[in-house]
């Protein structure tokens, strides 16, 4: 018998639904006969932990996988999708959490790709020039048409993405982490964008593990666990307490700087750090810059997007180069070395962008945990698989990630998981400083408080730490110090008993009164 709860009756009609939806791989079930309802110009979102069925529903829903059992619903008739392609022929698109654009190819050419528009000569580039125009003034975003994708910065890629899925006109549009890379300025203007497509009668699925921002925009809340559906309510009878007890069984926080401690001298120390700007412009995204981290300290750097924090922390491990400063691990000057003469003397980053710069999608989850180390087990052509194995069995041990062993595809992990082999790859060099570039992104509550639990432990065994945030809630979980970056600048730096308030306030965003 099927126990999943039949969503209540809604005033609006309903233009799409799951019935007892089934999907299983192998003897994996992913989802476990769920049924879920989708109402014209209402934004349903759905909540749940990495891993929960979310994504796999929603491929369903967009016909990018199909069910092993249950039937979807269009228009109150059966549909059977075969393909993305066919669910976009019938008004369905989704935005993907993980981006699929093609880097060497301009905004334009990405948002049309694959139905391109023509006429009596060809491709008509003008039109779709004009039309990119448009869409990205509609988004408030200032991205030049003919820009190839990999000249923007993360955040501007995401606006890509959602402007190609705006370009369909869909009746049905599914957000899988939208906002996941945007600023705070950037997450306002897409929901303008929502209440407008809702007010013409587009449905919009929305999926966030930015839980009180997804409370703006929701009239519904569905929550998945472990592939089943567990709780539904209308917006006005659910808060954030409500969210987070039916995602993980209890009220979850991300913790508290960890005592009980002294620090150790200073591990980290920069000096007057200027950074030009990467794409060329006429200014520095890092603008004299210094600052201390010692052994055992957790530092959060906090800003809004174009704060310089990524290009910080890049020039730091050796992304970037400096155009002027001193970078000193631990005593010694380390501005001069390479990215991995860097990682060997102790100084390892964890990438804000996990798919494109943390992972090797085609390796294994134990390749991916041993990267960063395999000099270690190499001599000559040869490498010690038993020393790389015990120390792959380690990592996922440590880190917790939930695999069924090392030979796992690492494509097969959530995204919560892959965030940790991401961080576990780093540890296994036995770094002296980590620093994270926006740790938590695209991964949920639970998971967030397992990366952050185990920075916490690391610390307390002497490992120096800074991780960078734009979600000012994560800055007063561990950390012992917040340190605020503005234009390039530290602008305010706080101990862990600051509000939030004036952490907004010191990063120039405004502040509701």
């Given at each position: 018998?099927?126990?999943?709860?039949?969503?209540?009756?809604?005033?609006?009609?309903?233009?799409?639904?799951?019935?007892?939806?089934?999907?299983?791989?192998?003897?994996?079930?992913?989802?476990?006969?769920?049924?879920?309802?989708?109402?014209?110009?209402?934004?349903?979102?759905?909540?749940?932990e990495n891993g929960a069925g979310k994504s796999?529903?929603?491929?369903?829903?967009?016909?990018?996988?199909?069910?092993?059992?249950?039937?979807?619903?269009?228009?109150?008739?059966?549909?059977?999708?075969?393909?993305?392609?066919?669910?976009?022929?019938?008004?369905?698109?989704?935005?993907?959490?993980?981006?699929?654009?093609?880097?060497?190819?301009?905004?334009?050419?990405?948002?049309?790709?694959?139905?391109?528009?023509?006429?009596?000569?060809?491709?008509?580039?003008?039109?779709?020039?004009?039309?990119?125009?448009?869409?990205?003034?509609?988004?408030?975003?200032?991205?030049?048409?003919?820009?190839?994708?990999?000249?923007?910065?993360?955040?501007?890629?995401?606006?890509?993405?959602?402007?190609?899925?705006?370009?369909?006109?869909?009746?049905?549009?599914?957000?899988?982490?939208?906002?996941?890379?945007?600023?705070?300025?950037?997450?306002?203007?897409?929901?303008?964008?929502?209440?407008?497509?809702?007010?013409?009668?587009?449905?919009?699925?929305?999926?966030?593990?930015?839980?009180?921002?997804?409370?703006?925009?929701?009239?519904?809340?569905?929550?998945?666990?472990?592939?089943?559906?567990?709780?539904?309510?209308?917006?006005?009878?659910?808060?954030?307490?409500?969210?987070?007890?039916?995602?993980?069984?209890?009220?979850?926080?991300?913790?508290?700087?960890?005592?009980?401690?002294?620090?150790?001298?200073?591990?980290?120390?920069?000096?007057?750090?200027?950074?030009?700007?990467?794409?060329?412009?006429?200014?520095?995204?890092?603008?004299?810059?210094?600052?201390?981290?010692?052994?055992?300290?957790?530092?959060?750097?906090?800003?809004?997007?174009?704060?310089?924090?990524?290009?910080?922390?890049?020039?730091?491990?050796?992304?970037?180069?400096?155009?002027?400063?001193?970078?000193?691990?631990?005593?010694?000057?380390?501005?001069?070395?390479?990215?991995?003469?860097?990682?060997?003397?102790?100084?390892?980053?964890?990438?804000?962008d996990r798919q494109r710069d943390g992972l090797?999608?085609?390796?294994?989850?134990?390749?991916?945990?041993?990267?960063?180390?395999?000099?270690?087990?190499?001599?000559?052509?040869?490498?010690?698989?038993?020393?790389?194995?015990?120390?792959?069995?380690?990592?996922?041990?440590?880190?917790?990630?939930?695999?069924?062993?090392?030979?796992?595809?690492?494509?097969?992990?959530?995204?919560?998981?892959?965030?940790?082999?991401?961080?576990?790859?780093?540890?296994?060099?036995?770094?002296?400083?980590?620093?994270?570039?926006?740790?938590?992104?695209?991964?949920?509550?639970?998971?967030?408080?397992?990366?952050?639990?185990?920075?916490?432990?690391?610390?307390?065994?002497?490992?120096?730490?800074?991780?960078?945030?734009?979600?000012?809630?994560?800055?007063?979980?561990?950390?012992?110090?917040?340190?605020?970056?503005?234009?390039?600048?530290?602008?305010?730096?706080?101990?862990?008993?600051?509000?939030?308030?004036?952490?907004?306030?010191?990063?120039?965003?405004?502040?509701?009164?």
């Amino acid at each position: 018998m099927n126990d999943t709860p039949t969503p209540k009756p809604d005033l609006r009609e309903v233009v799409l639904a799951a019935r007892n939806v089934a999907k299983s791989y192998g003897n994996i079930h992913a989802l476990k006969g769920v049924n879920f309802d989708i109402h014209r110009g209402q934004v349903t979102t759905l909540f749940g932990e990495n891993g929960a069925g979310k994504s796999t529903l929603m491929k369903i829903l967009s016909g990018v996988i199909q069910p092993t059992t249950g039937q979807i619903i269009l228009d109150g008739q059966p549909v059977s999708f075969q393909s993305s392609t066919e669910a976009r022929d019938r008004g369905i698109s989704i935005i993907h959490q993980e981006l699929s654009l093609a880097p060497n190819l301009s905004v334009r050419d990405n948002i049309f790709m694959g139905r391109e528009i023509t006429g009596p000569t060809g491709v008509n580039f003008a039109e779709e020039e004009r039309q990119v125009r448009r869409l990205m003034a509609e988004l408030e975003e200032d991205i030049d048409p003919l820009t190839p994708v990999e000249e923007l910065r993360l955040g501007q890629q995401q606006i890509v993405e959602i402007a190609r899925a705006l370009s369909v006109d869909s009746r049905i549009l599914i957000m899988d982490e939208p906002t996941s890379a945007l600023s705070a300025t950037e997450v306002e203007v897409l929901f303008k964008v929502i209440r407008d497509l809702t007010s013409k009668g587009v449905s919009i699925v929305y999926i966030s593990h930015h839980l009180e921002e997804a409370l703006q925009i929701t009239d519904h809340a569905v929550v998945l666990r472990d592939g089943n559906m567990t709780a539904y309510a209308p917006r006005a009878d659910i808060d954030l307490e409500w969210i987070v007890r039916n995602m993980v069984g209890e009220n979850y926080d991300l913790g508290s700087p960890p005592t009980g401690y002294a620090f150790g001298d200073t591990a980290l120390s920069v000096r007057d750090l200027t950074v030009p700007d990467p794409a060329g412009g006429a200014f520095n995204v890092v603008d004299r810059l210094s600052l201390d981290v010692k052994a055992g300290e957790i530092v959060c750097i906090y800003g809004l997007m174009g704060a310089g924090r990524t290009e910080l922390l890049e020039t730091v491990a050796g992304r970037l180069r400096a155009g002027r400063g001193q970078i000193v691990l631990e005593g010694h000057e380390v501005s001069h070395l390479t990215i991995a003469e860097r990682i060997a003397r102790g100084l390892a980053l964890v990438p804000e962008d996990r798919q494109r710069d943390g992972l090797v999608q085609t390796m294994s989850v134990g390749q991916n945990l041993s990267l960063a180390s395999i000099m270690n087990f190499t001599k000559g052509l040869f490498t010690q698989k038993r020393a790389e194995q015990d120390l792959i069995d380690q990592t996922i041990r440590k880190v917790t990630v939930k695999t069924s062993g090392g030979a796992a595809a690492i494509g097969s992990l959530s995204g919560g998981n892959q965030q940790k082999v991401v961080i576990g790859k780093m540890l296994a060099t036995n770094p002296r400083v980590i620093m994270l570039d926006e740790p938590s992104r695209g991964i949920d509550i639970g998971a967030k408080a397992e990366v952050f639990r185990l920075l916490a432990e690391r610390a307390k065994e002497g490992l120096a730490v800074v991780y960078s945030t734009s979600e000012v809630g994560e800055c007063l979980s561990i950390a012992h110090r917040i340190i605020v970056m503005h234009k390039g600048r530290i602008s305010a730096e706080f101990d862990s008993t600051v509000s939030k308030e004036k952490i907004m306030a010191a990063s120039g965003e405004s502040v509701a009164a």
